[in-house]
C-alpha cells in the first residue's frame, strides 16, 4: 500500500514539474505514467486478495520505477539541467 501511495504522489509531482519547466516530452512522458496507473490499480485489487499477487504488484511497480527513471527522467533532468526556471520553486508545493 505505501508504494502505491508513493507512486500516486510521484506522478503528481512528476507531472507539476513537467508542465511549470515545459517540457517538450510531458504528454509522451505523462501518459506513459497514466497507462501504467490502471494497471497498478488492477494489481492491487488482485494483491488484497493473495500474497504472490502483492509480491507481483510490488515487483512490477518497482521495476516500472526502474525502468521510468533511467530513461524519461534522466532526459527530463538534462532538460531542466538548462534550464532558466528554478526546480526548487516550481517542484512539489
Request: charged share 25%; glycine share 2%.
Amino acid at each position: 500500500m505505501e508504494l502505491y501511495k508513493y507512486a500516486t504522489t510521484y506522478f503528481k509531482a512528476d507531472k507539476k514539474l513537467m508542465k511549470t519547466q515545459s517540457y517538450p516530452q510531458f504528454g509522451q512522458t505523462y501518459l506513459s505514467a497514466i497507462d501504467f496507473v490502471p494497471e497498478i490499480d488492477s494489481q492491487y485489487v488482485t494483491a488484497s486478495k493473495a500474497s504472490e499477487a502483492v509480491r507481483m504488484a510490488q515487483e512490477s511497480l518497482i521495476n516500472w520505477f526502474i525502468e521510468h527513471i533511467q530513461k524519461q527522467d534522466m532526459d527530463f533532468a538534462k532538460f531542466i539541467h538548462g534550464s532558466p526556471k528554478s526546480v526548487l520553486d516550481t517542484c512539489c508545493e
